[in-house]
């Protein structure tokens, strides 16, 4: 919230208030336990199962027999490849778009 000049509004002790929350959402109280993803140890135990199942996924190419429709297809990790490439792309070209589409912070300030 912000004061009628457009100040943040702030505590007791000078410190600026919390941003509101979504609705819906709530507030975890001091003394509730932590969530399970709050836990590193969770997430790194996540991420190496998916890293796992994309090993996998490609060594499932040596003995499954595929159809390709195009000779370049047929080299072993063909579609990782083309994956990770497409993604490594899209990350590139967003970085250069966002040059260009980015507004000032007070764009739409109509004062």
């Not at 140890?41 to 040596?62: D, K, P």
């Not at 003995?63 to 047929?74: G, N, Q, S, T």
Request: charged share 20%.
């Amino acid at each position: 919230m912000s004061h009628e000049h457009g100040h943040p509004a702030l505590l007791r002790g000078g410190e600026p208030a919390p941003p509101p929350l979504a609705p819906g959402a709530r507030m975890k109280a001091a003394d509730e336990p932590p969530g399970y993803w709050e836990n590193p140890a969770n997430v790194t135990r996540l991420l190496r199962v998916f890293y796992a199942l994309c090993v996998g996924l490609v060594l499932v190419e040596l003995v499954v027999h595929r159809h390709v429709a195009h000779p370049w297809e047929a080299l072993f990790g063909f579609h990782a490849w083309y994956g990770f490439a497409a993604c490594w792309i899209l990350v590139v070209l967003a970085k250069r778009m966002r040059r260009v589409l980015m507004r000032p912070e007070d764009y739409y300030d109509g004062d």
